[in-house]
């Protein structure tokens, strides 16, 4: 018992030293390094998993993590203590049973594991939820990229009657207010009583210290070839060419991506389409969202059918028709059920999905999309990729989903279609009138 509490606390001298390091040294806080660690003991007692993250991972991008911090909210130890409080806290919510973290748990990797996201008072939404790690370099938040921002971002749940519930966000920031302890944190952190934009840089301050790298696939590409077996490697092969992920997950298509795997783009790969009927679904979506008014189109896609819709609820431009973000694969083993809709249980049905070409009925599906001819061998060798993207927090976790994906997908293939994955590239139908 004395050495794990005694490692516990050399853990936390550790992680606070880090916290010091990253917050004055990398993102060159205003006030000096002495100064911040002597003002630094904030942190709250909650999962180790939930701390503010190292820059001196390999993988991380050092010069892009500095310049995705906005310049009218630098880090400060201070802010990020009280974001983080405020991530994990209850009574954000109405009814003070919804957190952040009940939808982006840190032991579940920042999600919620679930199919589509419950919030207050057991209301299901109709999007899963992704993870809030690595999001701080998302160059838009959401499925849709309805804001740019992760303080815009983090209004809207507060406000969503499925989530979190409040009326408004004063009535928000007036229960936060209301303990003692928050009244006096805003006060140090921002000099002034506490309101809505500073509640809401504050939790984003704690988003961004939020990295995740030195996966195993960082150590492969920072030069340790054995730090990925070969099933991997022919995987990273595979996802670059044969099976096109390259052509949405990295930034360009003759470059291969290895931090973030996106394109920072939407596209329609046929996810689910058909079960909706989508035309009369965006004539009622165009009425509803004319005035381009982000709340409502939040409601919109969190509690509507209209979700399906996706890009298109914000663009109003009929070819982004359920269009959807290209999420970062990152510790993606870990963050299931997957796509906007929670509709698919395992990776194997991820990339069967993909090799059939699915959604070939849907006239705005993304025309790179195709039958991909990858045999078992090539599925499982992209899901080795895919696997070795996890990183150390959540390697138990990862062995454990892969060893549980593989059983299932041993028995059950829902979205395998070989004969399609091999056959020609179908004409697509032209988009109804
Ligand atoms: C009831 C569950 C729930 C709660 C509570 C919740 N979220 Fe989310 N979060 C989601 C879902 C679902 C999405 C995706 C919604 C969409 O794309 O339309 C999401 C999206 C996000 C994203 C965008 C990530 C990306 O890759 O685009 C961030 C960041 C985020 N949430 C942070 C927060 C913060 C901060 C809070 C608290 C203020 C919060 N969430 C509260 C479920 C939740
Ligand atoms: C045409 C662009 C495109 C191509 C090609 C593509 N993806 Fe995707 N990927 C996306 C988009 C967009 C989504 C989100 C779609 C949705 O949820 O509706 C996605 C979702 C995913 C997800 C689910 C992630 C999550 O968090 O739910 C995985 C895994 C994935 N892609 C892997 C791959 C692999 C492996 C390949 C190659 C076989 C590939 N993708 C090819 C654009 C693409």
Partial sequence: MKIGAQRTLDSRVKRALILVVMVAGIFGCERSAKKASSQLPLIPETDPLAQP??????????AMTRGVIPADNPQTPEKISLGQKLFFDRRLSADATV?????????????????????????????????????????TQFWDGRVNTLEEQAALPIVNSVEMGHTSLDAAVAQIAAVEEYEQ??????RRPANSPDLMRAIASYERT???FDSPFDHFIAGDKNAIDESAKRGWELFNNQARCNKCHALTETT?????????????????IVKHNVVPLARQAEQLVKTG????????????EMSALGRFLITKK???????KTPNIRNVLVTGPYFHDGSQETLWDVIDHY???????????????????????????????????????????????????????RTTRPQRDTARAFGPKPPRPAPPK
């Fill in 53 to 62: 993250k190292s820059l001196q991972q390999v993988g991380v991008p050092v």
């Fill in 210 to 212: 939020q990295l995740s």
């Fill in 185 to 190: 944190a805003f006060r140090n952190v921002f």
């Fill in 256 to 272: 291969r991506d290895v931090t973030n795997l996106i394109d920072n783009d939407f596209h329609n790969i046929g996810v689910l």
């Fill in 355 to 409: 090799n059939k070409g699915a959604g070939l009925q849907d006239p705005y599906l993304d025309q790179d999309i195709q039958p991909l001819a990858l045999t078992e061998n090539d599925i499982d060798d992209l899901v080795a990729f895919m696997a070795s993207l996890t990183s150390p927090n959540y390697k138990e976790q990862g062995a454990t989903e892969l060893a549980r994906q593989r059983a299932i997908a």
């Fill in 99 to 139: 957190s952040c973290s009940t939808c982006h748990d840190p032991a579940l990797a920042f999600t919620d594991r679930k199919p589509t996201s419950v919030g207050i008072r057991g209301r299901v939404g109709q999007r899963n939820a992704p993870t809030v790690l690595n999001a701080l370099y998302n160059k």
């Fill in 318 to 324: 009929e070819p982004d028709i359920a269009s959807f």
């Fill in 293 to 304: 008014d982000t709340s409502a189109i939040d409601q919109a896609a969190i509690q509507t």
